[in-house]
């Protein structure tokens, strides 16, 4: 049974402009130990899904399910929701001030962290645990450093002392909403290593979400595209890089500037993303399709197997069997289909 | 295309006073640009790469002289530019003129696109009235806007299409050069290929020289005929940007070459990480020397104690410079070195830079583009 499976998610949130839609019925599932990836552009979902599931979306309108460890969160007491936040799922984000409390010292934190969920551990035994923590996530002399503010801490470190705070329990579930966008080249490395070696040696699984392609192929074993508030192609993470059915898949890696090109025209996918309160009729992704065809304007797509794997789905009425698709690629790209 | 020199700058240093906090007075100085020298030739891309606050921006900022430098020489199509007061600044201005990362911050909110696009106009006394309004929506078809926009407000408009008003007003006075700082590191992957090919085709068509500074060495790559690499106000290898990333020599260039996740599995399975310990080091108090000697795998004793020359080494072309004692050599395996320098060398303790220091900008922006 998988940790984490969300089912049929819609999330909508009434404002002064109309109603957003944000999530429109979003499934996904993490298996222990395993890392999922979500991508998609600014916008698509990927924070307001996740955060819906912990319960911290405000005046939002649900419907949905997310059985975690065989419960639905979604039908959950607020007290005992905020019991698993922390003890059973830690969560990552881009600001690590967002967690990080400015006016306490980064170890006191920690520790009243690790208090709140364990009341039988002395302060002593969870200080010594936060030191450890520090350790673990690469801080240089973390018995001295566990009594700095946050703001004695460099970007690096903040990014770092957070992961240690979400791992502090060993949560089943580490939930990273882009931990690593607002980070250097080589920060970025070491905390996404921090997180790689955690996983290993405590079986956590995580939920990567990111906009970023590279960090997705470093990280992910399954993985989720998003667009307007939907999933429109899922699969094992090789499949999404060599093998995928989606336009709006294509489109995302085609317009990246690849290593080894020589100043090559870049393929941007045209267009901007739709309103979500004005959402495009049939496929939200079809006004910026090159495969646009009238079907797309009318229907929207579900999402189907692709080559009757299961574990392979996208949302599009392109073919999704025999040499249909890759033929469709070659009328629209020329001869740059064949990669 | 390319062809003369059109910018050369002389080993360009940059201080800015450390903000005394309290009542501890301070005599510090965060040593943002340190003794670099660039030249760009008329109609390339000069890239600079580098981590956060190793002193791009500020490097820009001397070139343009919206900054005034501690010391060195900034000459613009042969002219000292380096002295020059605010007054007879105005032309280089006119020449050279700059595009920011932040498509919302750099905007003023309630003003109206045709206007904002027009300042550089007004700022100058150009073109006034239907000649202006001509000129601009010109501006916007050019860069790919609806011209009949002219009256919406920067709010009406996506990230991608903002960065285009940051186009169009760069462009309103025919600049011979551009400074594009960070021009799409806030925008998605599909809207950020859009202004990349934007800006290229741009540089065709008007014969632009760029200076594209970005921390993403891919875009880098991408835009760049030669690149920079900096790291705590330092240039630390530069040269054709086929050769920088085909054949690293600084030992940083390569870290840092091998800890970019590229958007390729097999290939990312395949590659050897050299992982950085540590942070960057303070720029108020850099490390002695090579500045990457704290940090680096192949670090000696002399590392710390000689500063290694920017220079080229046997078997590459002359333009192709790396400020290294120990420099890479082909095929070497970066992951397999170990530093032999002294254990308590090796140690930066991350210190907080004042408050103020890394304030500044976004007031900037809107000022500094005429
Ligand atoms: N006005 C200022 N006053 C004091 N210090 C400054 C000022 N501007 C920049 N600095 C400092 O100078 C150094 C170089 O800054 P700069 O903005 O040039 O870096 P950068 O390479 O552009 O970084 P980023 O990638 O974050 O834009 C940093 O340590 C920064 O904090
Ligand atoms: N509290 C809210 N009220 C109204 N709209 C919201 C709220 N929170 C998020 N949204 C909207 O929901 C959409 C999805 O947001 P988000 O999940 O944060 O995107 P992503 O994380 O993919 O960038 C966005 O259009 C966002 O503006
Ligand atoms: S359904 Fe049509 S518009 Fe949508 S992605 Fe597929 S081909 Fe494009
Ligand atoms: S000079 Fe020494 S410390 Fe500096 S980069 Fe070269 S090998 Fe490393
Ligand atoms: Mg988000
Ligand atoms: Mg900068």
Redesign the interface.
């Known amino acids: 049974m998988a940790l984490l499976e969300v089912k049929n998610l819609k999330v909508t949130f009434p404002t002064d402009d109309g109603l957003v839609q944000a999530v429109r019925g979003v499934s996904f599932s993490v298996d222990r130990g395993k890392t999922l990836g979500i991508v998609g552009?600014?916008g698509s979902g990927k924070s307001v899904s996740t955060q819906t599931i912990m319960g911290l979306t405000r005046g939002a309108q649900v419907e949905g399910e997310a059985f975690f460890q065989g419960e639905d969160l979604l039908k959950m007491a607020r007290r005992q929701l905020q019991a698993i936040r922390g003890r059973d799922v830690g969560m990552i984000f881009q600001d690590p001030l967002s967690s990080l409390h400015p006016y306490y010292r980064v170890g006191w934190q920690i520790v009243e962290l690790i208090r709140a969920h364990d009341r039988a551990i002395s302060k002593k035994a969870a200080r010594q645990r936060a030191v450890e923590l520090l350790r673990l996530v690469?801080i240089?002399r973390p018995d001295v450093r566990v009594n700095d503010y946050p703001?004695?801490?460099?970007?690096?470190?903040r990014q770092r002392a957070m992961i240690a705070m979400a791992m502090a329990l060993n949560p089943a579930l580490l939930i990273a909403d882009e931990p690593t966008t607002a980070l250097?080249?080589?920060?970025?490395?070491?905390v996404?290593?921090v997180i790689g070696r955690l996983q290993e040696e405590f079986g956590t699984a995580v939920i990567m979400i990111t906009?970023?392609?590279?960090?997705?192929?470093?990280t992910a074993d399954d993985v989720v595209v998003m667009y307007a508030g939907a999933v429109m192609e899922a699969a094992d993470?090789?499949s999404i890089?060599?093998d995928h059915h989606h336009p709006y898949t294509e489109?995302?890696?085609r317009?990246?500037?690849?290593?080894g090109?020589?100043?090559q025209?870049?393929?941007?996918?045209?267009g901007?993303?739709p309103s979500l309160i004005t959402l495009p009729s049939g496929c939200k992704f079809h006004p910026r399709c090159p495969y646009v065809m009238d079907r797309c304007r009318a229907e929207e797509p579900e999402l189907e197997p692709v080559e009757q794997r299961y574990w392979h789905t996208s949302a599009c009425w392109l073919p999704h069997s025999g040499p249909g698709r890759q033929e469709a690629s070659e009328r629209v790209y020329g001869e740059a289909a064949t990669r | 295309m390319s062809g003369d020199v059109i910018i050369r700058a002389t080993d360009v240093v940059k201080h800015f006073p450390v903000q005394s906090s309290g009542l501890r007075r301070s005599r510090d100085v965060v040593h943002a640009v340190d003794g670099v020298s660039l030249e760009v030739k008329q109609g390339e891309t000069l890239g600079i790469v580098g981590?956060?606050g190793c002193g791009k921006s500020t490097l820009a900022r001397c070139v343009a002289r919206l900054y005034d430098l501690t010391a060195g020489r900034v000459e613009f199509e042969g002219h000292d530019i380096s002295r020059l007061r605010t007054r007879r600044l105005g032309k280089v201005r006119r020449e050279m003129q700059m595009i920011f990362q932040d498509p919302y911050g750099s905007l003023n909110p309630k003003r109206r696109v045709g206007s904002i696009i027009g300042d550089p106009f007004a700022i100058h006394g150009m073109a006034s009235g239907q000649e202006r309004k001509r000129r601009v929506q010109e501006m916007m078809e050019l860069v790919g806007l609806n011209p009949e926009h002219y009256n919406r407000f920067p709010a009406e408009f996506?990230g991608?299409?903002r960065q285009r008003i940051g186009v169009a007003r760069a462009l309103a006075l025919k600049p011979k050069v551009v400074i594009c700082d960070e021009p799409v590191s806030a925008l998605?992957?599909?809207?950020?290929?859009?202004v990349?090919?934007l800006l290229?085709d741009l540089q065709k068509q008007l014969n632009l020289t760029y200076i594209f500074i970005s921390?993403d060495?891919?875009?880098v790559?991408?835009?760049s005929d030669r690149v920079m690499l900096m790291y705590l106000g330092k240039v630390v290898e530069s040269g054709p940007s086929?050769q920088i990333?085909a054949r690293p020599r600084h030992p940083y260039a390569g870290?840092?070459l091998s800890?970019?996740?590229?958007?390729?599995?097999?290939m990312?399975r395949q590659r050897q990480?050299v992982?950085?310990?540590?942070?960057?080091p303070s720029p108020i108090h850099p490390p002695a020397a090579c500045r990457f000697h704290p940090r680096c795998p192949k670090a000696q004793a002399r590392c710390a104690e000689e500063e290694p020359a920017l220079v080229a080494r046997l078997g590459d072309p002359a333009d192709h410079t790396a400020a290294c004692h120990f420099p890479l050599a082909e095929g070497e395996n970066l992951a397999e070195a170990r530093p032999t320098l002294a254990e308590e060398l090796r140690?930066v303790?991350?210190e907080?830079v004042p408050d103020g220091a890394e304030l500044g900008y976004d007031g900037l922006a809107e000022r500094s583009n005429p």
């Open positions: 552009e600014s690469g240089p703001h004695q801490f460099s970007g690096g470190m250097d080249v080589t920060v970025q490395a070491q996404l290593r906009h970023d392609l590279g960090v997705i192929a470093e993470r090789d890089f060599y489109g995302l890696m317009s990246l500037p690849a290593y090109d020589d100043r025209r870049l393929t941007p996918i045209g901007t993303p | 981590e956060t996506s991608g299409q998605d992957v599909s809207i950020q290929a859009q990349l090919n290229s921390h060495l891919s875009v790559r991408h835009v086929g990333y870290a840092l800890a970019v996740p590229l958007p390729d599995p097999k990312m990480r992982i950085l310990a540590g942070d960057i140690v303790e991350p907080a």
